[in-house]
């Protein structure tokens, strides 16, 4: 119901006192597995023995003494180096609590301060200490490619070109990092700084002025992007229950992508060049089968 109340008048801009008043269609993001091929938070993420069972994939190399990640962008990150010794340190007293080997009442917190201090953004550090190349490295790995991002680009003018602003990225990830992987490829003229909004600012440090915990992604999209009511926004995510919730509350519509190897730039331009009626249309259907 409130799906229906929300979404505005299809009509555009010669509008009379009886139609609706003019709205606006804005286009948002997610980062990891829409914009992103890989799940960059993976990406970055180091083995150690206690994430071997959480990423079900880390290994040993051949002597037996490293954890290797391979989701790593550089498979030689080695865990013991990929973070400063008295953040590693934390991060083992931290698992250790985590599996009930240890009391450490603070260990949460503390090493969520030290690396919100030492390591603000993972990829910048893993990048000073050598273990990428740069630009090409994160276009290949993060982007899928030069192709994909000359077809995301061209994907975004379609959508422009079509009456979409933004487009915003709305990222339960790390804002620091999205930032640096967009400028190293080049992509941060069209996804600029400020509209980039994540739930942690930094490693560590949570978004609490504009994504306090318990918030949803359309709360954000309803708090920080709409600007009236009645603006339409379109969200492309690949978790279900983000969509989910736009759709339900009725403050956004949604495409939820189901393959997680990111989002196709046909696919968003099949998006957002639908009329404004037929797209409501299928989001209404949509939301009365959820
Ligand atoms: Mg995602």
Request: aromatic share 8%.
């Amino acid at each position: 119901m409130g799906f229906l109340m929300h979404m505005g008048s299809p009509r555009g801009r010669a509008h009379t006192p009886d139609d609706p008043p003019e709205h606006k269609k804005i286009l948002v993001l997610d980062f990891d597995e829409t914009l992103s091929v890989n799940h960059m938070y993976s990406l970055l993420t180091w083995c150690d023995e206690f994430n071997v069972g959480a990423y079900g994939a880390c290994h040993k190399d051949k002597d037996g003494e490293h954890m290797l990640h391979p989701y790593s962008i550089n498979p030689a990150i080695r865990y013991s180096v990929s973070l400063p010794p008295e953040v590693f340190e934390a991060k083992t007293a931290y698992d250790l609590s985590e599996h009930g080997s240890d009391e450490c009442a603070h260990c949460a917190a503390e090493y969520d301060r030290l690396m919100s201090e030492k390591v603000p953004d993972v990829l910048a550090y893993q990048i000073k200490q050598g273990y990428f190349k740069g630009g090409s490295e994160v276009i290949e790995k993060i982007f899928g490619g030069d192709e994909r991002v000359r077809e995301l680009r061209k994907a975004i003018e379609v959508a422009e070109s079509h009456g979409w602003e933004g487009p915003w990225v709305l990222s339960k990830g790390v804002q620091a990092e999205i930032n640096t992987a967009l400028e190293l490829a080049g992509l941060d003229d069209i996804f600029p700084r400020e509209r980039v909004i994540a739930a942690l600012t930094t490693r560590g440090k949570r978004n609490e002025v504009l994504w306090p915990s318990g918030t949803r992604k359309c709360d954000v999209i309803q708090q920080n992007i709409k600007t009236k009511a009645q603006d339409v926004a379109l969200l492309v995510d690949d978790d279900a229950e983000n969509v989910r919730d736009c759709l339900q509350s009725g403050i956004c519509w949604g495409v939820e992508l189901s393959d997680h190897e990111g989002l196709k730039p046909s696919t968003l331009e099949y998006f957002v060049v639908m009329a404004e009626d037929s797209l409501r249309e299928l989001m209404v259907g949509i939301a009365n089968g959820i």
